[in-house]
């Protein structure tokens, strides 16, 4: 699977962080939450913010779901 790219934050006066993605708003963090993100972005920025916004899906979730090793639990 390929690195996670396209990320960038912005830190607000308020203290609230945006996360974009190809210069879009992806998610808007405040207060703990933002906190929190501003201390853990500094080890890996891109994978991190991937994480954070929920963006580390990349479409083959149906096909999995699908494949019959899966499809025998019930769950559809």
């Known amino acids: 699977?390929?690195?996670p790219q396209g990320f960038t934050?912005?830190?607000?006066a308020d203290g609230s962080?945006?996360?974009?993605?190809?210069?879009?708003?992806a998610t808007t963090l405040r207060g703990a939450?933002?906190?929190e993100f501003l201390a853990e972005v500094?080890?890996?920025p891109q994978h991190v913010m991937?994480?954070?916004t929920g963006n580390y899906r990349h479409g083959n979730e149906r096909t999995a779901r699908n494949h019959p090793?899966?499809?025998g639990?019930?769950?559809r």
């Open 1 to 3: 699977m390929p690195d």
């Open 9 to 12: 934050f912005e830190q607000r």
């Open 17 to 25: 962080v945006l996360i974009l993605h190809r210069g879009r708003v």
């Open 33 to 35: 939450r933002a906190r």
């Open 42 to 44: 500094d080890d890996d």
């Open 50 to 52: 991937a994480r954070w």
């Open 69 to 71: 090793r899966n499809r």
């Open 73 to 75: 639990s019930g769950r």
